[in-house]
């Protein structure tokens, strides 16, 4: 099972931080990634991070303003979310599979039930 948390209402520029615990399964064990879906829009890849957390890999969209990260001993992952437009306006999911992190929605097991970000202009 996965809950994300951490969504709110923003100003533009301004930060969040997401994060998603998981239980139930051996959590470190799991690639973990970051989804999101824009009214309206198809659910896109966000970032995602391989099981030991040495591997990260990001969305375009994402890079230089998104951070994923995990702690396998807390069985959480978060994405640290920074100079945020409005076009990131989004429910974020968390997503975990096994193997390697992968950008593809369809290859994840198991999902959160999302956490709602809105970022105002």
């Known amino acids: 099972q996965l809950q994300a948390s951490g969504g709110g209402l923003v100003q533009a520029g301004g930060s969040l931080r997401l994060s998603c615990a998981a239980s139930?399964?051996?959590?470190?064990?799991?690639?973990m990634g970051w989804f999101r879906q824009a009214p309206g829009k198809e659910r896109e890849f966000v970032a995602a991070?391989?099981?030991?957390?040495?591997?990260?890999f990001y969305a375009d969209s994402a890079k230089g303003r998104l951070t994923i990260s995990r702690d396998n001993a807390e069985s959480t992952v978060d994405l640290q979310m920074s100079s945020l437009k409005p076009e990131d306006t989004a429910v974020y999911y968390c997503?975990?599979?096994?193997?390697?992190?992968?950008?593809?929605?369809?290859?994840?097991?198991?999902w959160g039930q999302g956490t709602l970000v809105t970022v105002s202009s």
């Open positions: 997503a975990a599979k096994t193997g390697w992190p992968r950008s593809v929605s369809s290859e994840y097991d198991y």
């Open positions: 139930g399964r051996t959590f470190s064990r799991y690639a």
């Open positions: 991070i391989s099981w030991p957390g040495v591997n990260t």
